[in-house]
């Protein structure tokens, strides 16, 4: 039974110590300890709304019709599989997108980097969607709208 112990807490301390730096959680996508955020806003000039409904596996976060400069936003931790992934539905007018806001990445830090490992921005503006790059101060256009 000594040995059994010995190997339990041997598991535990290895999956302590991946946890606390960044880069593990690449390689042991369910060793995340990071509280992350996510926000939908409304980047609209004049009155125009955007009506967002977003949604994972296990929750759905309902529908929010937010008025310019609104934001919709939630917390959350990654799954221990490493599965996590919120999808949205953006609608504004006669203006369509729908597409993951967050995936917890395995090979790639391209959404973890952009959103500075901790909080996403993504922003409706007239020609489609943009995720806040917070490093380099700056909103890239990733999902033009669809008509």
Same mark, same amino acid.
């Given at each position: ?14 999956? @302590?110590?991946?946890? !606390? ?8 996508? %369910?060793? /995340? ?9 409304? %980047?609209? &000039? %004049? ?9 994972? +596996?296990? =929750? ?8 310019? &400069?609104? =934001? ?12 996590? $992934? ?6 504004? =007018? #006669?203006?369509?997108?729908?597409? /993951?806001?967050?995936? *917890?990445?395995? #090979? ?5 980097? $952009?959103? /500075?490992? *901790? ?5 409706? *503006? +007239? +020609? %489609?969607?943009?995720? *806040?790059? !917070?490093?380099?101060?700056? =909103?890239? @256009? !990733? ?5």
């Amino acid at each position: 039974m000594g040995a059994l112990k010995c190997i339990v807490v041997f598991y535990l301390c290895a999956a @302590l110590a991946l946890s !606390i730096c960044p880069e593990s959680s690449a390689k042991w996508p %369910g060793l /995340d300890p990071t509280n992350w955020h996510v926000h939908v806003v409304n %980047g609209f &000039g %004049g009155q125009r709304a955007l009506v967002v409904h977003c949604w994972s +596996d296990l =929750d759905d976060l309902g529908t929010h019709t937010l008025y310019p &400069g609104g =934001d919709f936003n939630w917390h959350f931790h990654v799954n221990l599989p490493g599965t996590t $992934r919120f999808t949205c539905d953006f609608n504004a =007018d #006669k203006q369509h997108a729908l597409f /993951d806001v967050f995936w *917890k990445e395995s #090979k790639h830090m391209w959404l973890r980097t $952009r959103c /500075d490992w *901790k909080a996403c921005f993504w922003i409706a *503006k +007239d +020609d %489609g969607i943009y995720l *806040k790059n !917070i490093p380099a101060s700056r =909103d890239e @256009l !990733i999902h033009p709208w669809e008509t």
